[in-house]
C-alpha cells in the first residue's frame, strides 16, 4: 500500500524560501496527478498546486508565481518550491492525490513563516 510522507517544513522569515518534499513508498508512484495541500489553524485543508503524470501544473491564485511544484517519477518524489513565503503562507502542508484519498493523508510538514 502506498504511504506519503512530506518532509522540508520549518520556520523562515517572510521573504524566505523553503523546499518541501512528498515521497511514497510501499509501491510506485502511479498516481497520475499529485497535489499539495495546506491547511491552517482553524481552516479548511486547501488545494494550492497540482501535477499530472505529464507534468502539467495548475496553482492557486494565492501561490501562483510563488510556488513551483515539480515530480520526479524515477525517485518517486514530488517537490514543492515556495518562494517570497508570507506569513499567511504558514499552515501544515501536505499532499495526496487529486481528488485526495483519505488513505493516502499523511502527517503533513508544518510550514512557518514569522513577519
Known amino acids: 500500500q502506498v504511504q506519503l510522507v512530506e518532509s522540508g517544513g520549518g520556520l523562515v522569515q517572510a521573504g524566505g524560501s523553503l523546499r518541501l518534499s512528498c515521497a511514497a513508498s510501499?509501491?510506485?508512484?502511479?498516481?497520475?496527478?499529485v497535489g499539495w495541500y495546506r491547511q491552517a489553524p482553524g481552516n479548511q485543508r486547501l488545494l494550492v498546486a497540482t501535477?499530472?503524470?505529464?507534468?502539467?501544473?495548475n496553482y492557486a491564485d494565492s501561490v501562483k508565481g510563488r510556488f513551483t511544484i515539480s515530480r520526479v517519477n524515477a525517485k518517486n518524489t514530488v517537490y514543492l518550491q515556495m518562494n517570497s513565503l508570507k506569513p499567511e503562507d504558514t499552515a501544515v502542508y501536505y499532499c495526496?492525490?487529486?481528488?485526495?484519498?483519505?488513505?493516502?493523508w499523511g502527517q503533513g510538514t508544518q510550514v512557518t513563516v514569522s513577519s
Open positions: 510501499g509501491g510506485p508512484f502511479s498516481i497520475n496527478t
Open positions: 501535477i499530472t503524470s505529464g507534468s502539467s501544473r
Open positions: 495526496n492525490s487529486v481528488p485526495s484519498r483519505r488513505d493516502y
